[in-house]
Nanobody, 126 residues
Framework: QVQLVESGGGLVQAGGSLRLSCAAS????????MGWFRQAPGKEREFVAA????????YYADSIKGRFTISRDNAKNTVNLQMNSLKPEDTAVYYC???????????????????WGQGTQVTVSS
């Protein structure tokens, strides 16, 4: 099992920045990819960004490309999401996720991830 704990959400004005962190513990050696997804009220959960644990390849949704940056610290078993130039439409609960290689299909599919954090609220006011 892998446990994921997110932190860093909050309330920010449009144009501001937030940094989310996700700390992984447990069977971290099983992790092949880690990602961030978000879910706004009344909407489906959507992919935001992902990073491969080994090698560090990164992937981004078009809606946040150029504004968000995903990074990892393997020594600390953490993944961060730096969010700049935030917009009201970025308001959502943000979830950290992790998945093993055996489950991997594509980086933006929820089926590639079998471990999920509890979520952290990000609210961007206009």
């Amino acid at each position: 099992q892998v446990q994921l704990v997110e932190s860093g959400g909050g309330l920010v004005q449009a144009g501001g920045s937030l940094r989310l962190s996700c700390a992984a513990s447990g069977r971290t050696f099983d992790i092949y990819i880690m990602g961030w997804f978000r879910q706004a009220p009344g909407k489906e959960r959507e992919f935001v960004a992902a990073i491969k644990w080994s090698g560090g390849s990164t992937y981004y949704a078009d809606s946040i490309k150029g504004r968000f940056t995903i990074s990892r610290d393997n020594a600390k078993n953490t993944v961060n999401l730096q969010m700049n130039s935030l917009k009201p439409e970025d308001t959502a609960v943000y979830y950290c996720a992790a998945g093993p290689a055996i489950r991997y299909s594509t980086y933006d599919a929820t089926r590639s991830y079998n471990y999920w954090g509890q979520g952290t609220q990000v609210t961007v006011s206009s």
